[in-house]
Nanobody, 122 residues
Framework: QVLLVESGGGLVQAGGSLRLSCTVSGRTFSSYDLGWFRQSPGERREFVSVIIGSGDSTYYTDSVKGRFTISRDTAKNMVYLQMNSLKPEDTAVYYC???????????????WGQGTQVTVSS
């Protein structure tokens, strides 16, 4: 069993930055790929970024490339999403996700966090 708890969301002006954190409980932290997804009202949950294994490989959706950075701290059982140059279209609930191995289309999540709201004002 893996429990994910997000924090760090909030209200920020366009162009600002936020760092989301996700605490991952469980003794098999290093066995899981970790990721961030987001969902806007009326929209489907979408992939934002994943970090594979110990962090050698990271992937991003095109709309956040160059602005967002995913990282993990194995010693602290944490995964982060640094979000810079935020835009109003980044407004969403952001979810931390864990999978034994994400599929090539980034499906396959086994565990989800409860989500944290990010609101970017124009």
């Amino acid at each position: 069993q893996v429990l994910l708890v997000e924090s760090g969301g909030g209200l920020v002006q366009a162009g600002g930055s936020l760092r989301l954190s996700c605490t991952v409980s469980g003794r098999t932290f290093s066995s899981y790929d970790l990721g961030w997804f987001r969902q806007s009202p009326g929209e489907r949950r979408e992939f934002v970024s994943v970090i594979i294994g110990s962090g050698d490989s990271t992937y991003y959706t095109d709309s956040v490339k160059g602005r967002f950075t995913i990282s993990r701290d194995t010693a602290k059982n944490m995964v982060y999403l640094q979000m810079n140059s935020l835009k109003p279209e980044d407004t969403a609930v952001y979810y931390c996700a864990a999978a034994r191995s994400f599929n090539s289309d980034y499906t396959g999540t086994t565990y989800w966090g409860q989500g944290t709201q990010v609101t970017v004002s124009s």
